[in-house]
């Protein structure tokens, strides 16, 4: 039964799950309170990553994050301030952060970003959104130290184990892959499992082709309440606007927590701000990379180069750090041979926020407290890699059929 669907927010999950609920048959309105065309959707490293099955809470990064507390540029940055919820979360944090959960972690994003990665390409495929970068040459993990090389060959050992493939490249063999590199960069795991995109060219064709399916999108309609019946919702407000809703979908990224407080919901979250640094220029990058040492991703999309990095935990804000954005220019500078940024380039730098869960893991589901509310958020440095999964999983708890995987580990009304 076509229901209609108000979905809040309009990044990529967002669009996202407006995409496969349309091809349910659902009426669907996309509300989002900003331009619609910036924000971290767009300055992301633009990574499909079944590798990346570590989540940010490891054993350790808590620790990491005290020590560069008062260093602003590290490459994980907590801003010291007493807010209850940013305490909280930080306690949460703290408590995912042990081998134990870690590890029931991994099988779970290893699978929900194979799923994802494969539905990507079946959008390609499609031709929905006509042609757009979709390069499956995997992802280089460089690196300088041995400390660097043995805590990435522990991952990618997991993640073969999990059925990815991965291999170790020696200097030699790096270096004919990729020329240009600096000499001391001892070598790579090159994750052959992954593959890349660029977010500024899928974003507004997954736009246009929603527009001329139906799909209703109105940007600059921030979202200013809700009205229920009981145990459901029936509208969502936007000032003086009223939307009627059988369903709603909350995926509003780092502000979903101040809706879902409407709610009555506590939903864990902080923003995690990440910036981008985008280089229309010859450069010596053929193939995407993270810099290990510094945490830097490098990606050549289509028409330019983009330098991506760092995890700032320092509130709801688009302050650009100025010592933060020299970091990641230095880095490419230091790993590559030729590879000077150039000021006009670090002053357009810009950035996003990442919802960040304590435990790393997105919330996708229904909340227990209403009937048909669903969330997708919360997905950290996966969003990009996540949001056709999560679009897809949505619309079938819409839908009412069953999901295409186990949404247990990412209930959103979970314990931590």
């Not at 971290?40 to 560069?68: E, F, Q, R």
Request: glycine letters at 8%; proline letters at 6%.
């Amino acid at each position: 039964m076509a229901k209609k669907v108000v979905v809040i927010g309009g990044g990529i999950m967002g669009l996202s799950c407006a995409y496969y609920l349309q091809k349910e048959g659902h009426e669907v309105t996309v509300l989002d309170q900003a331009a619609m065309d910036a924000g971290a959707s767009y300055v992301n490293a633009g990574y499909l990553t079944p590798s990346h099955i570590i989540p940010l809470s490891s054993p350790g990064m808590m620790a990491k994050g005290l020590k560069w507390m008062l260093n602003s540029s590290s490459p994980f940055y907590l801003k010291p301030r007493l807010d209850p919820d940013f305490l909280r979360w930080a306690w949460y944090f703290h408590k995912s952060s042990t081998p134990a959960k870690v590890a029931r972690a991994i099988p779970v994003i290893a699978e929900i970003n194979v799923l994802s990665k494969a539905l990507y390409e079946t959008m390609l495929s499609s031709g929905d959104l006509g042609d757009f970068q979709l390069v499956k040459e995997g992802l280089l993990m460089l690196f300088k130290s041995e400390k660097a090389a043995a805590g990435e060959r522990a991952v990618m050992h997991r993640a073969m184990e999990l059925g990815l493939e991965a291999q170790e490249l020696d200097q030699q063999a790096l270096h004919r892959m990729q020329p240009g590199l600096s000499p001391d960069i001892a070598g790579a795991i090159h994750y052959l499992c992954d593959a890349h995109t660029t977010p500024t060219q899928v974003m507004p064709l997954l736009q246009q082709y929603l527009r001329q399916s139906g799909v209703t999108l109105q940007p600059q309609t921030e979202v200013t309440g809700f009205h229920a019946q009981g145990t459901r919702l029936s509208a969502v407000l936007a000032g003086e606007q009223s939307f009627d809703a059988d369903e709603v979908v909350l995926a509003a990224g780092s502000w979903s927590p101040l809706l879902a407080r409407q709610l009555g919901l506590k939903l864990s979250l902080q923003a995690g701000k990440g910036y981008r640094i985008d280089i229309a220029r010859p450069t010596p990058v053929r193939l995407p990379a993270i810099l290990m040492e510094t945490k830097v991703a490098v990606t050549p999309m289509e028409g330019f180069t983009r330098l991506a990095g760092t995890m700032e935990l320092s509130g709801i804000n688009h302050h650009i750090r100025e010592n933060r954005v020299r970091a990641i220019a230095r880095a490419a500078a230091s790993y590559y041979e030729d590879f000077p940024v150039e000021e006009v380039e670090i002053s357009q730098a810009r950035c996003g926020l990442r919802p960040v869960s304590p435990d790393g893991l997105p919330y996708i589901g229904r909340s227990g407290q209403w009937e048909n509310l669903s969330l997708a958020t919360g997905h950290a440095m996966m969003g990009w890699s996540l949001g056709p999964i999560t679009g897809k999983l949505i619309s079938e708890i819409v839908s009412g059929r069953p999901t295409s995987m186990a949404l247990d580990a990412l209930h959103p009304d979970r314990r931590f």
